[in-house]
Nanobody, 124 residues
Framework: QVQLVESGGGSVQAGGSLRLSCTAT????????MAWFRQAPGKEREGVAS???????TYADSVKGRFTISQDNGQTSLYLQMNSLKPEDTAMYYC??????????????????WGQGTQVTVSS
């Protein structure tokens, strides 16, 4: 079973940038949808960005134009480039792998494998 490990979180000031990485171990995630989710204290988990095996991407309205999801050719590493960060982007960020090839989007029920998360804190 694939294991997902996130890295790259940290603390930045508003307007700054961070790049999150998610590495798949024990298996690749080739052929599956991959996504980034986030959860802030006291709030529900929300989908941020997804990328399907064919490279099709989907973004939440709140991050469009600021965040970019990408993956390496071997589909073992997933990235989230976050620019123009805002305090409201502060959250724990998780990467996730879909359960069925061909199913992709920002709904959490699509995903069955999750990483442990990496914290992003944006100060004003």
């Amino acid at each position: 079973q694939v294991q997902l490990v996130e890295s790259g979180g940290g603390s930045v000031q508003a307007g700054g940038s961070l790049r999150l990485s998610c590495t798949a171990t024990k298996s690749t995630y080739s052929g599956y949808c991959m996504a980034w989710f986030r959860q802030a204290p006291g709030k529900e988990r929300e989908g941020v960005a997804s990328i399907d095996h064919d490279g099709t991407t989907t973004y939440a309205d709140s991050v469009k134009g600021r965040f970019t999801i990408s993956q390496d050719n071997g589909q073992t590493s997933l990235y989230l480039q976050m620019n123009s960060l805002k305090p409201e982007d502060t959250a724990m960020y998780y990467c996730a792998r879909g359960t069925k090839p061909g199913h992709c989007g920002l709904q959490s029920h699509i995903f069955g494998s999750w990483g442990q998360g990496t914290q992003v804190t944006v100060s004003s």
